[in-house]
């Protein structure tokens, strides 16, 4: 049984180093760092004058009928494939307006990534904080009279807010 069980490892872990990760990757994975950076130069290189501000990039997840043929694959790795495509978030700085872009990483543009689309959203719909504003809001909210009032009954916090983190939505 042991004989068994160690055979079944060792050729488990072979199939698994032979798959070539660069030509098959599971359609859900999250954006590789490759990927986000690739995104991110491609949108600045799009617009090279504007400073736009980053919110999200993260992966568009593929349609559910696409993702289909890949899950009933027999071959191992799948022989199909389906494109990886990111999601951007941008806020244009001057305008404060939203931005949502896509992009896809095919394999005969060197898995660079293609702008498939650019929406700027209506008026009045707006992305979620970004970083620099989730701090400044958190710091607000710390050095606020209230807050420093309320904090007060807690020692540990008054001498040390840096161990707190404001939950800021």
Same mark, same amino acid.
């Given at each position: 049984?042991?004989?068994?069980?160690?055979?079944?490892?060792?050729?488990?872990?072979?199939?698994? @180093?032979?798959?070539?990760?660069?030509?098959?990757?599971?359609?859900?994975?999250?954006?590789?760092?490759?990927? %986000?950076?690739?995104?991110?130069?491609?949108?600045?290189?799009?617009?090279?004058?504007?400073?736009?501000?980053?919110?999200?990039?993260?992966?568009?997840?593929?349609?559910?009928?696409?993702?289909?043929?890949?899950?009933?694959?027999?071959?191992?790795?799948?022989?199909?494939?389906?494109?990886?495509?990111?999601?951007? %978030?941008?806020?244009?700085?001057?305008?404060?307006?939203?931005?949502?872009?896509?992009?896809?990483?095919?394999?005969?543009?060197?898995? @660079?990534?293609?702008?498939?689309?650019?929406?700027?959203?209506?008026?009045?719909?707006?992305?979620?904080?970004?970083?620099?504003?989730?701090?400044?809001?958190?710091?607000?909210?710390?050095?606020?009279?209230?807050?420093?009032?309320?904090?007060?009954?807690?020692?540990?916090?008054?001498?040390?807010?840096?161990?707190?983190?404001?939950?800021?939505?």
């Amino acid at each position: 049984m042991l004989r068994l069980l160690l055979f079944l490892f060792v050729n488990f872990v072979w199939v698994v @180093r032979s798959i070539d990760s660069s030509t098959c990757s599971y359609p859900l994975d999250p954006l590789s760092a490759d990927e %986000i950076s690739k995104t991110s130069f491609k949108i600045k290189q799009t617009f090279p004058t504007v400073p736009f501000i980053f919110i999200l990039i993260t992966l568009k997840e593929p349609k559910k009928s696409s993702l289909i043929s890949y899950f009933l694959n027999d071959s191992s790795p799948p022989d199909c494939y389906i494109p990886r495509e990111s999601l951007t %978030i941008l806020v244009h700085p001057d305008t404060g307006r939203t931005h949502e872009v896509v992009a896809q990483f095919l394999p005969e543009n060197d898995h @660079r990534p293609v702008i498939t689309s650019w929406n700027e959203l209506p008026e009045g719909i707006e992305s979620s904080f970004s970083g620099d504003e989730m701090l400044a809001v958190g710091n607000l909210a710390l050095n606020d009279p209230t807050v420093k009032a309320r904090l007060s009954h807690y020692p540990e916090f008054v001498s040390n807010t840096t161990i707190i983190i404001p939950d800021v939505w």
